[in-house]
């Protein structure tokens, strides 16, 4: 039988329903294009309490989460509907390829991790292995998953330091390791410089450090580059 041809009594599926989360407009905006007729996007929401509402009112085949939002970001959306609606399958999408970002979201409950940098066929490909039930990951973030369920199975992710920093903190110290300046930061993030500067402060002032490469150093240790 060639791949064209009907499997006998099968029920023709039609596009696959998605949802987005993601506290940026612009970036849900953008996805909604790429994607196309690809899928049929049936909501967006832009807070955890907007996406656990919307989310249980449309039902969709597949959320795509993003990690880091103000109010607790993906892992906080998983667990509040894992249990309610375990039928419903989410894919992080985020710009965060940090092994704890990673490693947490799956714990969570998440089929899936793929970057921002993602193409649309590779995220509409992604989609549909993790609506048929399969892991998905960007090449390089599969290896910290395996790494830590070998090694420490049923370990926390936790860290007494890294968890002084908020989300957006954590973010831009992320980027400044890989030696992005300001400008660069703010861009990634839509963020100004200046509040890209207050975030660079405040981490500083929270593991007590004096200059960027010290940051960049202890980010390194903690495989968060």
Do not use: C
Not at 148 to 174: C, H, I, K, M, W
Request: aromatic share 6%; no cysteine; net charge negative.
């Amino acid at each position: 039988m060639s791949e064209q041809e009907p499997v006998e009594g099968a029920t023709p599926r039609g596009p696959l329903r998605v949802f987005l989360v993601d506290d940026h407009a612009m970036f849900r905006a953008g996805v909604r294009a790429e994607l196309g007729a690809r899928v049929d996007v049936v909501g967006e929401a832009s807070s955890v309490a907007e996406a656990v509402a919307r989310i249980a009112a449309t039902q969709p085949d597949v959320v795509l989460l993003d990690v880091h939002m103000p109010d607790g970001g993906g892992r906080a959306v998983l667990e509040a509907m894992r249990r309610t609606h375990p039928q419903v399958k989410f894919l992080a999408l985020s710009v965060s390829d940090a092994a704890e970002d990673v490693i947490g979201l799956i714990r969570a409950g998440a089929r899936g991790y793929v970057t921002k940098t993602i193409s649309p066929e590779e995220l509409t490909d992604a989609i549909r292995r993790v609506a048929d039930g399969d892991a998905v990951f960007s090449p390089r973030l599969a290896g910290f998953v395996l790494d830590a369920f070998a090694s420490r199975p049923d370990a926390p992710v936790a860290d007494p330091e890294l968890d002084q920093l908020t989300n957006r903190e954590r973010e831009v110290l992320r980027l400044l390791a890989r030696g992005y300046a300001y400008k660069e930061i703010a861009k990634e993030l839509f963020i100004s410089i200046k509040t890209v500067e207050t975030h660079v402060s405040n981490v500083l002032r929270k593991l007590q450090m004096s200059n960027r490469y010290e940051l960049s150093r202890w980010a390194a240790d903690r495989r968060l580059v």
